[in-house]
């Protein structure tokens, strides 16, 4: 059973980090890329940053230069860095796994509470 855990998330002032994590299992996770998603209350979903197998990383242009992705893959993990939080970055976060190969599969977690407040 293939499972997505995220932890990390939490309440932080406007200007403060946290570092988002996100454990696999089930899965041979060095055939999947990575991503994080995020939804605001009353948005739709989405994409924050994705790293792929390789190691190639990419940024929502509002998160560019203050978040970053990185992945362990001894550790199947995931991390999100993310620094100079500002309220519009409240939202829930989740994992998801795409795998490279064909046929593709799709996974999500959870998903973990960010609030940015003063």
């Known amino acids: 059973q293939v499972q997505l855990v995220e932890s990390g998330g939490g309440l932080v002032q406007p200007g403060g980090s946290l570092r988002l994590s996100c454990v696999a299992s089930?899965?041979?996770?060095?055939?999947?890329?990575i991503g994080w998603f995020r939804q605001a209350p009353g948005k739709e979903r989405e994409l924050v940053a994705t790293?792929?197998?390789?190691?190639?990383?990419k940024y929502a242009d509002s998160v560019k230069g203050r978040f970053t992705i990185s992945r362990a893959n001894p550790e199947n993990t995931v991390y999100l860095q993310m620094n100079s939080l500002q309220p519009e970055d409240t939202a829930v976060y989740y994992c998801?796994?795409?795998?490279?190969?064909?046929?593709?599969?799709?996974?999500w977690g959870q998903g973990t509470q960010v609030t940015v407040s003063s």
């Open positions: 998801n796994a795409v795998s490279i190969a064909k046929p593709r599969y799709m996974y």
């Open positions: 089930g899965l041979t996770f060095d055939y999947y890329a």
């Open positions: 790293v792929t197998t390789g190691g190639t990383m």
